[in-house]
């Protein structure tokens, strides 16, 4: 529990180092950050598949990959390849802000907070309630870019990440933020 908690702090930190690139260096090297960090990222985890120890790379999935995973790094890369996906979909800079404060924040909280939770949602007894909710709050931080219109994408996007979908939610999550902004345009 500790190992995932720790994963999703880095979940944040990730994330604001992201939304500080958008601020200060705008879109354009968001993607190009991400997409290099993509590349690098597969590199490093195909040496790693073929028992190559590499320094910070080897230190990292010893101390936060989680337990039992077929590809080690490959939920980081799907992190990076979700918001490079709303970069690419979503030109208005407060809008993809607000994107990455839901997979930052919203993702990492319904975690942090959901896993003691006590109720199980009935179509995922995988998810919580209290994992639902928490998920909600820490999507509210995307007001900071967007206003009222954070509301309905924390529902929205709340509703997504307690689906069982086959997808990660890394994916699953700015696909959704796209689409909210797609039909409800702000």
């Known amino acids: ?28 090297t968001l993607e190009i950050t991400l997409f290099a ?3 690098a990222g597969l590199m490093a985890m195909h040496l790693v598949i073929r028992s190559h120890r590499l320094p910070f790379v080897s230190w990292f999935i010893d101390n936060f990959e989680r337990e ?22 979503i030109s208005d800079p407060s809008l993809l802000a607000a994107a ?18 006590k109720i199980h949602i009935p179509y ?4 919580t309630l209290e994992g639902s909710a928490a998920f909600f709050l820490g999507s509210l931080s995307a ?7 954070a509301i309905p994408l924390a529902i929205v996007c709340a509703i997504v990440e307690s689906l069982p979908l086959p997808l990660d939610d890394n994916i699953t999550i700015p696909a959704a933020a796209i689409l909210v902004f797609y039909f409800f345009p702000i």
């Open 1 to 28: 529990m500790l190992k995932e908690r720790s994963r999703k702090f880095i979940h944040i930190i990730i994330g604001i180092i992201f939304l500080l690139i958008l601020q200060f260096f705008g879109r354009h």
């Open 37 to 39: 960090g993509i590349l």
């Open 68 to 89: 039992g995973v077929r590809t080690p790094g490959f939920g980081s890369a799907w992190y990076a390849f979700g918001i490079l996906m709303a970069s690419v979909a």
């Open 100 to 117: 990455i404060c839901v997979l930052a924040f919203g993702d990492s909280f319904s975690t942090i907070f959901g896993q003691g939770g």
């Open 124 to 127: 995922n007894p995988h998810k």
């Open 143 to 149: 007001y900071l870019f967007i206003g009222p219109a």
